[in-house]
């Protein structure tokens, strides 16, 4: 309900707690990720998506690519995670 226009780290906080809670309903965690592509609209935050990701994988992270976009279907994205996780069923 919060607006987090024009805030790239709340952005990636929400980000990673909506994928959270998305593996969470089939009994995964982000533990179960092994790769992730991560569009950002201004290349200046890729050093600091990259720390923020750490916080998410403090053991390592999985394989992941980092790619600058010119805009997204809503302009008041900066960052958009599109995650694979591997679950066993």
């Known amino acids: 309900g919060n607006m987090l226009a024009g805030d790239f780290e ?4 929400q980000s990673f ?6 593996l969470a309903r089939v ?12 569009y950002i609209s201004d290349a200046r935050h890729g050093d600091r998506f ?6 998410y994988f403090p053991d390592g992270f999985p ?3 980092l790619i600058t976009v010119t805009g ?6 900066l960052v958009e995670i599109t995650p694979v996780a591997v679950v066993e069923s």
Do not use: C, K, W, Y
């Not at 707690?17 to 998305?22: G, L, P, V």
């Not at 009994?27 to 991560?38: K, Q, R, Y």
């Open 63 to 65: 394989a992941s690519t």
């Open 27 to 38: 009994g995964a965690t982000l533990a179960d990720i092994v790769s992730m592509t991560v």
């Open 17 to 22: 707690a909506n994928i959270s809670e998305t």
């Open 72 to 77: 997204f279907a809503r302009p008041e994205m």
């Open 10 to 13: 709340a952005q990636v906080h």
């Open 50 to 55: 990259v720390e923020l990701r750490a916080e």
